[in-house]
């Protein structure tokens, strides 16, 4: 071999083992990019949205909206095409700013860029079709300022493309032909209020409704005006949305507030129903009166129909009760005074007293009549759960005695009462 050929041979060898380098360090930089988005997932994510991803954490039965269900490749928000697997940009956005109104957080509060780009990628693995599908991002063309023209033509194309149906004449709900549904999940969803843009979880500007006009929302009712609407009728659409929103509390004067709950109150009086299903959501009631298996996640059909055991040492073992209308275990016989009455006072049926706690009927002693008569009458909506519960179990007197004296005067660390997740068997 002569001197030349040598030093080609060397030279390709050198060159192919710095590129092996090259590759395997690339390779390693990724696959520890994964670990780090898997690590970060499993501490702050899998919560809600379960450790495969599915949507299925502890507590995602109780939320509202349900958590994403990320294996299916399918998100709401996002810059492609209605069907389209989301851009990497889109989800670091849904990770990095949160979602309005719901309980995803603004993780980039909490997380570095690298962090969340470690997520992402993460995130995608979760799903197949982000190994054989590449996002197909939409074309938006030149935005159209608003102007009392552009709001006219959007309204128009508003009644043309019959949006009043779900979101009202209004924009919030008035004469909707409906304005409740279901997600592709089975998810119960509700038609959003279009006058309150600061709710509007995809960006309330007047591109970000656009892009959702464009997009459409996978996985829900909201379709894809793509070749319903054109683009400018979209800008058009976008800008009369904007002109719908109402004035925010936060801006009221004294008198505007007044106004505005009053008129809140008013709509509360025609549908009791629905204000009292919003008070037992808010008030969490589902949370403590279902069923839960070992891991904790609420068993399905369960809720409001009791069944959680809390330890309150030394007092008991409590279990929640039955809030559904059936008539055998539930609240089916009890009377609307009865309800109320064990509601804000702790009597209950048989004249007995309950503890302030767990039932924290102390912070709800001061609800108006008018919603109390609201809860009620949800209450009598809930389909009946066939569901006995157990009396509570007490320690006995001098039991009971002997826990307080370790409690008062040996300074025991007793707790005073915990939330374990353990339901009582269904009957």
């Not at 390693?28 to 991803?53: D, N």
């Not at 808010?282 to 839960?292: I, L, N």
Request: a positive charge; proline letters at 6%.
């Amino acid at each position: 071999m002569s001197y030349h050929q040598a030093r080609r041979t060397i030279f390709l060898v050198a060159s192919l083992l710095g590129t092996m380098v090259i590759l395997s360090s690339s390779y390693l930089s990724a696959q520890s990019s994964i670990e780090i988005g898997k690590g970060i997932y499993e501490q702050k994510c899998a919560m809600c949205h379960g450790k495969e991803g599915k949507g299925d954490g502890a507590p995602a039965a109780l939320l509202d909206p349900k958590p994403r269900d990320l294996t299916s490749g399918k998100y709401k928000f996002r810059s492609t095409e209605s069907g389209s697997i989301p851009t990497d940009d889109d989800i670091m956005k849904s990770v990095k700013s949160g979602l309005h109104g719901t309980s995803m957080p603004d993780w980039g509060a909490f997380l570095g860029e690298d962090s969340l780009r470690a997520v992402v990628q993460y995130i995608k693995m979760l799903s197949p079709r982000f190994t054989t599908e590449k996002p197909r991002t939409v074309t938006m063309g030149a935005a159209i300022p608003s102007s009392a023209s552009s709001i006219a033509t959007g309204k128009k194309v508003y009644e043309r493309l019959q949006c009043a149906a779900c979101h009202g004449t209004d924009g919030k709900g008035t004469n909707a032909v409906q304005a409740e549904f279901q997600d592709e999940w089975g998810n119960e969803l509700a038609a959003t209020n279009l006058t309150e843009p600061w709710i509007f979880r995809g960006g309330s500007t007047a591109r970000d409704i656009h892009l959702r006009f464009r997009t459409g929302l996978d996985g829900t009712p909201m379709p894809s005006y793509k070749g319903t609407a054109s683009d400018a009728e979209m800008w058009h659409l976008a800008n009369y949305v904007l002109s719908l929103a109402r004035k925010p509390v936060w801006t009221m004067n004294e008198q505007e507030l007044r106004s505005f709950y009053d008129e809140l109150d008013r709509k509360a009086k025609v549908n009791p129903v629905q204000r009292g299903k919003y008070l037992v959501e808010t008030m969490a009631c589902a949370s403590c009166h279902s069923q839960y298996r070992d891991d904790g996640t609420l068993i399905p059909g369960t809720q409001l129909s009791g069944g959680l055991t809390f330890e309150s040492y030394p007092y008991g073992a409590y279990v929640s009760r039955n809030l559904t209308s059936d008539k055998e275990t539930g609240l089916g016989e009890w009377t609307d005074e009865e309800i109320k009455r064990v509601l804000t006072t702790g009597i209950k049926r048989d004249g007995s007293k309950m503890l302030p706690f767990p039932m924290p009927w102390m912070a709800f002693s001061h609800l108006t009549e008018g919603d109390l008569n609201a809860i009620v009458t949800y209450l009598r909506t809930v389909p009946p759960v066939n569901h006995k519960i157990p009396d509570p179990q007490k320690l006995g007197f001098f039991a009971y005695l002997w826990g307080k004296f370790r409690v008062l005067i040996l300074k025991e660390q007793i707790p005073g009462h915990t939330y374990p997740m353990k339901s009582s068997a269904s009957n």
